[in-house]
């Protein structure tokens, strides 16, 4: 209130003062509205309680030493400063080196500083002439040994100057390298200086997972200015349901085809995507032959992400037919299953419906639209995304029933009645 910088005990004379109101206020230099304490815009007697708790208050200071700026300041011109918290780790860089750029550094001799669930690092980022720091961090996620288990990372950062961070894509999940990573974020801030900002990824399984923190810009902030930041990553542990799919009860016919693993080839049931093509017969209604206890899941070919597809035969009698179907299975993630028909094999066929199935949640007796005619269709049975299930995940596909309908609308091969086909759909 009297505009030395800091709120002691010389304010309250002047604090009682401008209780009067603007009119009465007499220092021209110092603004009444400095006595608007809980922000209503106004100076009443509303504001003495929250006077009272800002006196002693002054400038954050890097030292234990209160920081006054000076006369005709206020607490609104403090510097930002961020202090480093008792127990963090300093980063190993020293503000100026290069020690941890990453995969910006050259091939050979990417470094990165590690960080640890539960562990706070203080860094320097600056920002100069043009260039900047960038630190890259790497973050070891245990293995749960529950493939429905992984870790929640919660990344929290505060930096004295306009920050931007993220946690890098990776075409696999948790595999480690360079040549693993998509070049884009999954999880990006932007923040301005001593504004806190923080994320939290999915479910991470484990593995090596990668953070980047930098200047937003790439000036204004050299060594010895305000470039320092604080880094905090603290871990969850969470748990999708699990969902066990035991073999079923009633008599019931195996897929048979081997467990995927690292460069899996599908030669048994791989459908039109192998060659020659190769399918799973499927029965319908009350038979072995219309309930498969199969297994599917997600490995890697040549180092990139692939996953098992399995491609049931059901021979129909050339008419159109509405299907009434389940698919219960043990995956924490999403599988899909689509129908497929042709007249004449894999040279023409066509999508005549599609179904995303979540996580340990069953389709329980689906029933079709009345599907366009054909010679065959095919229930193709996949993992959706190409990473995140492990082979040998048990699932249980069951044709419950399947009659002829007639198309109510002109409906040639390539479209469905009351349902269009999804074209370019990419298996
Ligand atoms: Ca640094
Ligand atoms: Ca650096
Ligand atoms: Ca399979
Ligand atoms: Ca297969």
Known sequence: MDCDGDIDFNDINYFVQALSGEAAWPYPDCPWLNGDCDGDETVTFDDIS????LIGTT???RTSEPVWLGPDTTCDMCPCVVLCPDGATPEPEPCGEDMNGGCNMPAGSESFTP???GESLCGTCWADAGA??????VVEVPDSGDPCTGLQLTVEVEAEFPLHCGRLEQIVPGLPGCGNLTGQFVDERVAEACTPTSFTT???PGGTYYLWLSAF???GHPCGSEVDYVITVTGTWHTEPSCPVPPPSQPYTPEGEPDCGDDYIDTFNGGCLSNPPTFSDIGCGDVAEALIYGRTGTYLASGFPAKDRDWYRFVGNGGSTRFTFTLEHAACAPLELLIL???DGCPSYWIVDSYVVEGCQPLCSVTTNCLSAAAEYWFYVSPLNDTGIPCGTAYVLQIEACEDCSCTVDCPPGKADENEPRVGHRL
């Open 132 to 137: 900047r720091d960038m630190d890259w961090f």
């Open 202 to 204: 999915t479910s991470l």
């Open 115 to 117: 960080v640890s669930p």
């Open 341 to 343: 028909a042709t007249m």
């Open 50 to 53: 929250p006077f009272v708790a």
């Open 217 to 219: 810009a790439y000036d």
């Open 59 to 61: 400038c954050r200071s």
